[in-house]
């Protein structure tokens, strides 16, 4: 299969394979989706021929993003969606816990929403800083 990009599209798909490689295996330590870090790399070895390689490097026979390219900001915008996903998460989890049922019903959809939209706007507005762990085990 051949594709044609231009520079710039090459580009891009650096950091969507990076972003989707990171995604899938950052937390998976020694049991990691090989078959996809074999993509990342023939992808990154393609670097030096479209000249861009500072954003690859080799290591024990392999060819991996290098440390400019891990430091020029792909970390942070995995951060950012990082971040957004963590509040959705919580303000899910906070509405289905307050309505005390993990499977809503079409009747309760707007309910859910409402305390969904709730708490996400708090955590808009003050972040973590008024979210309180209480233990009942006394």
Known sequence: M????TEKEFRRLLD???IGNWIL??????????????LE???FSLCPA????????????????SRA???GGIHEAIADYEDAIFFDILAEELARRDMEFDQVSPDDQDELTRRFDEYITEFEKNG????KVENDEN
Do not use: C, T
Request: hydrophobic fraction near 35%; aromatic fraction near 12%; avoid cysteine.
């Open 128 to 131: 973590l800083n008024n979210l």
């Open 41 to 43: 790399e023939k992808l």
């Open 2 to 5: 051949n594709i044609e990009l």
């Open 16 to 18: 969507m394979v990076y």
């Open 69 to 71: 390219y891990e430091e």
């Open 50 to 65: 479209h000249g861009m390689k500072a954003l690859a490097q080799r290591w024990r026979g392999h060819i991996y993003p």
């Open 25 to 38: 295996n950052s937390v998976r330590e020694n049991d990691r989706f090989e078959d996809y870090d074999l």
